[in-house]
Every structure is written in structure tokens, then in C-alpha cells.
């Protein structure tokens, strides 16, 4: 596909990051600009999905319709992402207007109260807006797939968009527009930004971690001890999505084959976003301006990339298939725009969870406490969980035994509503419902019974919208249900959690009373 589209996806990321800053000066819409950054990212995920989805080998019959309507949908996600950068440059000059006025005075909610008036004006509320975007963004998909979309409410939402479009851009300006050729699977490019987003605020470094010495980046000299790595069960390819985001790092990228962890960020979760949000993302590690080479020269892969904060900053994964380590890239600009990169292998680290953030610690030579490497902010649950998942299987994977002491911890931000065993042919499961504190959002996790990888999710899948809704599970026999409709995300090779012969998966408890009582704990949760 056209790699214009990704361009779109960062303008969205790049906008969301910018909508921080709002959302740091005016709390009294939190709620409302949340919700915002949540859907912004969303909508990246899905141009990302699409972005690789439209193969004209894989879904040719379907390429021309989609990009007919990418042809309506893309013109007018550039309208508003410009309409917001431009709200972004009206702080800028109150800022220099009012010097020494910040934080608190009224102008943010001004210039806030003005953008989502001029929105209304046009028929379409900002919020409303960005979540017609991102429905018609996975209908397209679904048509891709050759799912039903619900043509209804396809149908529905592009009258809506045809009706914005005519009202952003001048009549003369519609009727001329150039349409997208489906025979070149060209996609029109985002206009340059006339105003950036407005600049992030920066925090100090954590008062509970000290400085720290810095050992080489590539030193595995850690004392382990590592016994024969144990087996997990593998898994299958879930979605045609990865998750190559595209960013000014992207000519550093390292190519390979496809890792389970290149599946995992496929957009196709729903998106709860955080009411509290931690300190920023930075990195306290020592840079190494030659870290990506060295990575390429030692045999690692890239399989995950993501942009964090004001997409300053890119995370990356590696992997090394003759051996599965593992290694964690930071990417990060400093104040004048030089690139900074640092890296670790993911056995020296241990993660944990603050609120909405993903501390990753590492031990202190001289003292043997732990020291924070790098604090990773998120907006939205279901990143999080991803991450941190993707993150902790990797780690155990890895030929190198984790060191006593930094086993990673998720728990203290969620409350386990229902714990249980499933079964899965020969195989027992530790099945639980986790729900987040702090979101709302509500989880399924799936580990192994026993064994040295009992603590590591083999997969997830979120599902707070069928909180409630009676008809989504329905009870097969005293031990089993079916569940309608479900996205679990798998952390290991060549496995499928288990399914029916009408494709609808199937969790089997090994009693009777587990599968009541999970059936009556999930109606009963509540995500507020």
C-alpha cells in the first residue's frame, strides 16, 4: 500500500500528543479531551491496519471501493487534524501575549470552548467526529475481509462525512478535488502543518529511584544462572496489521519475518482511556548512538515499534531468532533535535506498573537496588496491557534466565473480579476476569496452570463493551460457554485459544461451579 497513509496515522498521533498539554491546563474537560486522544490513536491504528491490509494480491476485488472511500474520509480527517494544529498555534501567541500567565489562566479553555463551537457550527462535534472516523476506518476493513460491515451504518456514516467534507472545503475546491486512482493505490498526502503542537511540559526523574552507574549497553553480565528455557505453546496469526510505525527513525528499521509480536497492535481493541495519567515518558539509560547498528550487526530483528508521548519518542523491540534474545530500543530527540537511542536486553529489567505508566528498572551494581531505566506513559488501557504482555513473554522467551529479583508485577492497578481453570484439550489454564481501577476497562487473561511460565499471560482479550449484555455468552453444557464474538491477543507461537465448529470461541471449565459462577460474576461487574 501507499505509505501516504502513515503519514495520516502519525498527523493523528502527533495531534493526540498535542492535546496532552490541553488536557494538563483545562482538567474540567478531561473527560471529553481523553476521550479525544483515545479515539486520535485509535484512528492511527486503523490507517495502520489498513495501510498493510490493502494488497492488491491479498484483496484485490475490494482495493478500488476502499480507496473510493479512503477518497472521502482522508480529506476531511486532514481538515480537522489541521483545525486542531491550528487551536495548537493560538496557545502558542496567548503564551507569548500573557507572559507569566501558566498554568491556570482562561485562555486554553477559550481557545478549547472556540474549536469545539466552530465544529459544532459545521455540523459534526469534534468528539462525534473522530469516532465516525474511526468506525468507517474498521467498516472498511471489515469489507476488506469480506465481513458484513452493516452496510446501514456505513452508509449512514458517509453521508455524514460527504455532508462535513462539502462544509470544510470550499464548493469549488470539492467538486475539483482530484479523486484517488484505485489502479495506483495513491492516497492524497497531509498538507505540512502551518503550526505544531504545543510544546510538552518535562519532569523531573523520580524521587524513589537514585542515579545510577551505567554499564555498556550490550554487557549481559549479569550473574544468571539459566536452566533449560522451557516450551511455550505458539500462536496464529490474528490480524494482517504490524506495527511498523512510521517515524523519522524509520531509515534506522530492521527488517526480518514475521514475530508474533509484529500481530500484537492490530487497532482492533477498544480504546478506555485512563482518568489519571503518570509523569511523562523518558529514558534515564546512557545513550548509544550506535545502538541500531549494533543490533543489526548482532542478528536482531525489529518486531514492535511504537510512539509515545509527542511522538518525540519510539519504543522498539528486538528479537534474535537464532537464540530468542530479546532487546528494548529507546528512541528520543533531545531539546535540539539530535537523536538519542538506548538499549537494554529486556532479561535486565523489570517491569512495573504505576498507575498508568510502565516503570522499567534495572539493578544497581554497586548497591543491588533497583534503579528506574525508563517510565513509559499511556493513555489507554488496552495499550498498556498489550505492551506490558508482549514485553513479559518476550522476556521469558529469552534463552537467558531472568535474574531473582526482577520478576514484573501488573496487578496493583486492577482487581481480579473471577479467577478459575479452564481447560484447553490436555492443558489446564488459570482463567480470570481482571477489571482496571482506574479506566473501567475489563480484561480476560488465560496463563498457564503450573510451571516455571505460570506467570506469563498466553493471551487477553478485552471486553468491556459486553459487560451486561446478556446474549454474549451463552451456556453450551454445566462446563462450557460460548462466547459471540471475541478478539483474544496471543503471546506465543501456533496457538489458537479453543473454538467451536461455528468459529465462536469456547472457554470449558473443570467444574460446574466455576463456569456459574463466571457467568454471573461478568454480568455483574461494573466498569464505573
Known amino acids: 500500500m501507499d505509505w501516504r497513509l502513515l503519514d495520516y496515522a502519525k498527523d493523528a498521533e502527533d495531534v493526540a500528543a498535542g492535546l496532552q498539554v490541553f488536557l494538563d491546563e483545562i482538567p474540567q474537560y478531561a473527560k471529553d479531551i481523553t476521550g479525544d486522544i483515545a479515539e486520535l490513536f485509535a484512528i492511527s491504528s486503523g490507517l495502520h491496519v489498513l495501510d498493510e491490509a490493502l494488497d492488491p494480491s491479498r484483496y484485490g476485488r475490494c482495493s478500488g471501493r476502499i480507496m473510493a472511500d479512503l477518497d472521502l474520509t482522508l480529506p476531511s480527517l486532514s481538515h480537522t487534524l489541521d483545525d486542531i494544529r491550528s487551536m495548537f498555534g493560538k496557545s502558542k501567541r496567548n503564551i507569548r501575549q500573557h507572559p507569566g500567565a501558566f498554568p491556570g489562566t482562561p485562555q486554553y479553555s477559550i481557545i478549547w470552548d472556540d474549536l469545539c463551537m466552530d465544529f459544532k457550527d459545521q455540523g459534526v462535534g469534534l468528539s462525534y467526529r473522530l469516532e465516525l472516523y474511526r468506525t468507517y476506518l474498521q467498516g472498511l476493513f471489515d469489507v476488506l475481509k469480506g465481513a458484513d460491515p452493516g452496510d446501514t451504518d456505513m452508509d449512514y456514516i458517509k453521508g455524514r462525512l460527504t455532508r462535513l467534507l462539502r462544509k470544510q472545503e470550499p464548493p469549488d475546491t470539492y467538486f475539483d478535488r482530484p479523486s484517488i486512482d484505485p489502479q495506483e493505490s495513491q492516497t492524497p498526502r497531509p498538507r505540512t502543518p502551518s ?15 537514585p542515579a545510577h552507574p551505567h554499564s555498556p549497553v550490550y554487557d549481559d553480565r549479569v550473574p544468571y544462572v539459566p536452566p533449560p528455557a522451557p516450551e511455550l505453546p505458539h500462536s496464529p496469526t490474528y490480524s494482517t496489521t504490524s506495527s511498523q510505525t512510521y517515524s523519522t527513525y524509520s531509515n534506522d528499521s530492521v527488517s526480518g519475518p514475521t514475530h508474533w509480536a509484529s500481530k500484537i497492535f492490530d487497532g482492533r481493541h477498544s480504546c478506555t482511556p485512563f482518568q489519571i495519567l503518570g509523569q511523562s515518558t523518558k529514558c534515564l539509560g546512557r545513550d548509544e548512538p550506535i545502538a541500531v547498528e549494533m543490533l543489526e550487526q548482532d542478528g536482531f530483528i525489529k518486531v514492535l515499534e511504537l510512539a509515545f508521548e509527542a511522538t518525540d519518542v519510539w519504543v522498539r523491540l528486538y528479537r534474535r531468532p537464532s537464540d530468542q534474545r530479546a532487546r528494548i530500543l529507546f528512541l528520543a530527540l ?20 504505576l498507575e498508568s505508566c510502565l516503570q522499567l528498572c534495572r539493578v544497581n551494581r554497586a548497591d543491588g537496588k533497583l534503579d528506574l531505566w525508563a517510565n513509559l506513559r499511556f493513555t489507554l488501557y488496552e495499550r498498556m496491557v498489550l505492551f506490558y504482555c508482549t514485553v513479559v513473554a518476550m522476556k521469558r522467551q529469552d534463552s537467558v534466565s531472568t535474574p531473582q529479583g526482577l520478576e514484573d508485577f501488573f496487578q496493583p492497578g486492577e482487581k481480579e473480579e473471577f479467577g478459575g481453570e479452564i481447560r484447553d484439550d490436555d492443558y489446564l489454564h488459570a482463567f480470570r476476569i481482571f477489571r482496571d481501577r482506574d479506566s473501567g476497562g475489563v480484561r480476560f487473561e488465560a496463563t498457564a496452570r503450573r510451571g516455571a511460565m505460570k506467570t506469563i499471560p498466553i493471551w487477553t482479550a478485552f471486553v468491556t463493551q459486553y459487560v451486561g449484555s446478556r446474549g454474549w455468552i451463552r451456556r453450551i453444557n454445566s ?32 467444574s460446574a461451579g466455576d463456569s456459574r459462577a463466571f457467568t454471573e460474576t461478568f454480568h455483574q461487574i461494573r466498569t464505573r
Do not use: W
Not at 195 to 209: A, N, V
Open 334 to 353: 533531545d531539546n535540539s533535535g539530535r537523536k538519542l537511542r538506548y538499549c537494554i536486553p529486556l532479561t535486565a529489567l523489570k517491569v512495573l506498573r
Open 479 to 510: 462446563t462450557t460457554v460460548q462466547l459471540q464474538k471475541l478478539h483474544p491477543y496471543v503471546f506465543c507461537d501456533n496457538y489458537t485459544p479453543p473454538k467451536a465448529a461455528n468459529g465462536k470461541f469456547e472457554l470449558t471449565f473443570t
Open 195 to 209: 503550526t505544531s503542537r504545543p510544546p510538552m511540559g518535562r519532569f523531573s526523574t523520580y524521587p524513589q529511584f
